[in-house]
Nanobody, 122 residues
Framework: QVQLVESGGGLVQAGGSLRLSCTAS????????LGWYRHAPGKQRELVAA???????NYGDSMNGRCTISRANAMNTVYLQMNSLKPEDTAVYYC????????????????WGQGTQVTVSS
């Protein structure tokens, strides 16, 4: 059974930073593409960042260079470092995983986490 467990969300002031983590189980992590999506109330879910099994990264337009995705295969964990946070970054952030990198990039991942809330106060 595949599980993706996100952590690291919370309340932060504008201008602050957060690092989200997603730990996976039940998959061959090193062969899996991973990504972070976010979903804010009243908006569509959007790609924040994705990373291929080989470490190639792909960023959406949502954070405009203020985030970095990385993976630690030995820890079965993918990270999202977010800096210079703004109130408009407030959303539930979801981890996504699939053997196909395009599936992760285009929001068609087979596996999704439960999400972690990020709230940025002004």
């Amino acid at each position: 059974q595949v599980q993706l467990v996100e952590s690291g969300g919370g309340l932060v002031q504008a201008g602050g930073s957060l690092r989200l983590s997603c730990t996976a189980s039940g998959i061959i992590f090193s062969s899996t593409a991973l990504g972070w999506y976010r979903h804010a109330p009243g908006k569509q879910r959007e790609l924040v960042a994705a990373i291929s099994p080989g470490g190639v990264t792909n960023y959406g337009d949502s954070m405009n260079g203020r985030c970095t995705i990385s993976r630690a295969n030995a820890m079965n964990t993918v990270y999202l470092q977010m800096n210079s946070l703004k109130p408009e970054d407030t959303a539930v952030y979801y981890c996504a995983a699939d053997r196909s990198t395009p599936a992760v990039v285009f929001g068609r991942s087979q596996y999704w986490g439960q999400g972690t809330q990020v709230t940025v106060s002004s």
